[in-house]
């Protein structure tokens, strides 16, 4: 079930994260509950200032088999924030945000 005033931005480019990053801030700012979920090279994203930022005051999810195929780069980037979750979790992330937009 959605979760009423929550944005998912689902990230699976590595070339809007200026975008991802100020579209999570406004809503934020408007009091919006805000999720990530970084797949594909959208797993750059953790390597940024904003990520580290973000990661405090949003849920922010990894797909596993992501990560898993960009295990050659360091894997200690991944913040304590950021869960590692299964490929299918993104139908139930989908499922708990009442809109969401894709990178």
């Known amino acids: ?5 929550t944005l998912g931005i689902i990230v699976n480019s590595n070339k809007y ?3 991802v990053t100020r579209l999570a801030d406004a809503a934020l700012g408007k009091g919006k509950q805000v999720r990530i979920h970084l797949l594909g090279s959208g797993w750059a994203f953790i ?3 904003a990520c ?3 990661s405090h ?3 922010i999810t990894l797909c596993a088999f992501s ?3 960009n295990a050659s780069q360091n894997m200690n980037d991944i913040e304590p924030c950021i869960s590692l979750v299964p490929p299918q979790a993104l139908s139930m992330f989908l499922q ?3 809109r969401y937009v894709v990178f």
């Open 96 to 98: 708990g945000c009442d």
């Open 17 to 19: 994260f200026g975008f």
């Open 52 to 54: 580290n930022r973000l």
């Open 67 to 69: 990560a898993q195929q």
């Open 47 to 49: 390597k940024t200032d």
């Open 1 to 5: 079930m959605a979760e009423k005033h």
């Open 57 to 59: 005051l949003t849920q």
